[in-house]
């Protein structure tokens, strides 16, 4: 691409053609105050007006993010034009937002807030009508407050990204004008599959987490015997939450946190992940022997399952019967767990710490309970142990590396970190296939075709004489095309990894923000790597573990033989497996 | 809740088949279904979305943007009273306060018996006849507050 000599507050540089004027200042080195953390595509409208300029050649000002740069241009941002336009703008956002910014859960986090104090605008600079408000809090992962949303469009833009079909849209019009799904319904009574996507790029508080912080007070205050889990995502994210570089390990922080929160026990999801793979290979195994439904799909993503319950309700034998990890710890810790403890189910409270909204909207469904009991009482995303452990008192970065318990669920293998990251699950799940089906370990461990962010990944894998073809696909809008090949009967694969989040749980709705306006230390393309960062994280702590297949996980062959029997047995059925049903779209 | 029936079902498969050549087909859709159905529902959104790939919140979006398109039915004669500025100006406010007050119902809504629906208009461009009111396509120039009830009658009586 051609190089263009432009000017920015006088001096010279040259940059290339076709960018925006805020991009080729960003290389240039200089901060245009925007709200355009994720100028990926995701909003390209200009109608914010945040980030004015003047620039030569253009009548007025103009949004420097859509404004492209031409040969000879001479842009300036800090003359007191510029800078007094830009706080009007501010100003008017300001004038149609809630400002109670001292309850607001975002506080701290609120990109408008941020822009708002680099331009010193004022609250309250021009008083009128406010747009009426919806305040939606029906749904059990996500809560929409229209009092907060400036109508940006990044959400619209990222629920048709990774939901393939966006429930998310602007409404109305004129002073009228929201974003909802449609009929400014609930996301309760919309396919909204509870990704959280929507949450993670707002850039105020109008979406957020559904918190459950609460819960785990109230159960303390009962004297509830607490056990609390974590995904695998969580630990390759949760430094951020206090101001750690993304990618940095924190497994031994975060179980030292947890302890000192006052939990009864502290176990790792990754048990149950491995536990998962015995069930779900076995499964598989079966289902090709047998005849069984093919492609079979995995169903540890509460988002896709949501997703299929809504678009593929005529499909939903290829799903997995089973539970995904953090249920089947819930119905392993009140079934097994409880007996060896001599505990009453009744008096145990599960919590959940996960990457992810959805599993908020999981922990509720009818389907996941035990003898009445549900599997998992509270599901925390990673943000909201952020606060726990800020609330608490503890300084995160001080504590010291500790281990997990270890009785009866503690141990874990690198197969269970995996699965953190799309491509996880049907790595571990072909380490553990191939040694059932074949007697012998692979001699590879690592199946490198299954790594990677593209959205629809593919491998054949001999295994036994045979080869089984499988593909990974993580968002929604990737799903579908793999999901409309099965609806044809022209799927050639037997073995499918679905995740609803684009990248899988290292990048779920639940997860720390990836804002680059609070994140000065991180490189320039954050937005572009953290999802490899994150994964790296678990890549290298599948690494350091001495097993790395889930059938060589020694308490989980010791369930078995004291208390399952064998993966499908029928005991395991009733605890570790679930079923779906289709669900109408709009209510 | 609207119910729609299957033959309703099948035209609006076969409206949304009939753009199938084109880019961006929905506005003619959309245009087509308020036509000969008189409103565009939810319901009647969910299966234009499923036939051409749109989802239902830019459909809906796109319904609730433009004032043509209805997501309720409307009467069988639409009354639109142009409240633009010229016909504002020439007494539009006091003409459209007694179509409501003898049809008994607010612009926007619908007569229990269906046979009148109420709109206020933007400038419909026909200052020179200020204030303008329009029912069914016909156009009434010059309309005084007086000639409300006997407009409202020749259509009751029709």
């Not at chain 1, 240039?28 to 050649?57: M, Q, W």
Request: net charge negative.
């Amino acid at each position: 691409m051609a190089l263009i000599n432009i000017k920015i507050e006088g001096y010279p540089y040259q940059v290339e053609e076709g960018l925006t004027i805020l991009e080729a200042a960003k290389l240039c080195g200089y901060e245009i105050p925007s709200l355009c953390a994720y100028n990926h595509g995701e909003c390209s409208k200009g109608s914010c007006r945040v980030c004015l300029v003047e620039a030569t050649g253009a009548r007025g000002l103009v949004a420097s993010c859509v404004y492209p740069v031409a040969e000879g241009m001479e842009i300036t941002i800090s003359s007191p034009k510029a800078v007094e336009a830009r706080r009007a703008s501010v100003e008017l956002l300001l004038s149609n937002h809630s400002l109670n910014c001292q309850q607001c859960d975002k506080n701290g986090k609120c990109e408008l807030l941020h822009v708002a104090k680099i331009t010193g605008a004022r609250e309250n600079k021009y008083i009128g009508s406010k747009t009426p408000v919806t305040v939606d809090e029906i749904s059990p992962a996500i809560v929409r407050d229209t009092s907060k949303c400036i109508l940006c469009g990044r959400c619209v833009a990222r629920c048709s990204n990774a939901h393939g079909l966006g429930v998310l849209g602007f409404e109305n019009r004129g002073f009228a004008t929201i974003v909802a799904p449609a009929g400014n319904r609930s996301f309760a009574t919309s396919p909204c599959i509870m990704c959280g996507q929507c949450v993670n790029v707002c850039p105020t508080g109008a979406l957020m987490e559904k918190s459950e912080i609460a819960k785990i007070d109230q159960a303390k205050k009962e004297g509830k015997y607490i056990v609390v889990q974590t995904a695998p995502a969580v630990r390759a994210a949760l430094g951020e939450e206090f101001g750690m570089k993304i990618g940095t390990p924190v497994t031994g922080k975060m179980v030292a946190a947890l302890k000192r929160l006052g939990f009864n026990k502290v176990y790792d999801t990754n048990f149950a992940a491995d536990l998962t793979i015995m069930e779900e290979a076995t499964e598989l195994l079966d289902r090709i022997k047998n005849g069984g439904v093919l492609p079979m799909i995995t169903s540890c993503s509460p988002g896709w399952v949501n997703y299929a319950e809504f678009y593929y309700g005529d499909q939903l034998d290829h799903l997995s019967s089973c539970k995904s990890p953090h249920e089947m710890m819930g119905a392993i810790v009140k079934s097994y767990f409880a007996e060896k403890n001599n505990l009453d189910p009744k008096d145990i409270f599960v919590v959940s710490i996960m990457p992810c909204t959805a599993k908020k909207g999981e922990a509720v469904r009818d389907q996941l309970n035990t003898n009445g009991n549900a599997d998992v009482d509270a599901v925390l995303t990673t943000r909201e142990l952020g606060d726990l452990i800020k609330r608490s008192g503890i300084n995160f970065c001080a504590l010291p590396d500790e281990e997990f318990d270890a009785d009866l669920l503690g141990d874990y293998t690198g197969a269970g970190v995996i699965f953190g990251v799309t491509g996880g699950v049907m790595e571990a799940a072909l380490r553990t296939a191939y040694y059932v089906l074949t007697g012998k370990e692979h001699e590879l461990i690592k199946f490198e075709q299954v790594r990677g962010f593209d959205g629809i990944k593919e491998a054949s894998i001999e295994i036994a004489g045979q080869t089984i073809n499988v593909a990974v696909a993580s968002g929604m809008k990737n799903a579908k095309v793999l999901l409309d090949e099965i609806r044809a009967g022209t799927s050639k694969y037997t073995f499918i990894e679905i995740m609803g989040c684009p990248g899988g749980c290292v990048a779920g709705g639940g997860q720390p923000y990836v804002k680059p306006c609070f994140l000065p230390n991180e490189d320039p393309d954050i937005l572009d790597t953290f999802k490899a960062k994150r994964a790296q994280a678990l890549y290298s702590e599948d690494e350091r573990q001495a097993v790395r297949q889930s059938h060589n996980n020694v308490q989980i062959q010791k369930l078995y033989e004291d208390y399952l029997g064998a993966p499908n047995s029928h005991k395991a059925h009733e605890l570790l497996h679930t079923t779906y049903e289709s669900k109408k779209r709009f209510k | 809740m609207a119910h729609i029936n299957e033959k309703a079902v099948a035209r609006i498969r076969e409206i949304c088949a009939s753009y199938a050549s084109e880019n961006t087909p929905l506005m003619m859709i959309l245009s087509d279904i308020q036509n000969e159905f008189g409103y565009i529902p939810l319901e009647v959104q969910e299966i234009v979305s499923e036939e051409i790939g749109v989802s239902v919140a830019d459909i809906y979006g796109v319904v609730t943007f433009y004032s043509f398109f209805s997501l309720e039915p409307k009467g069988k004669y639409i009354i639109g009273v142009c409240l633009g500025t010229a016909c504002y100006v020439k007494g539009a406010g006091p003409v459209l306060d007694k179509f409501s007050e003898i049809l008994g119902i607010k612009p926007g809504e619908t007569t229990a018996d269906g046979l009148f629906t109420l709109d206020a208009l933007r400038c419909i461009g026909a200052c020179g006849i200020a204030p303008a009111v329009t029912i069914n396509g016909k156009v009434y120039p010059k309309v005084k507050v007086s000639d409300v009830p006997g407009i409202i009658d020749s259509y009751k009586n029709a």
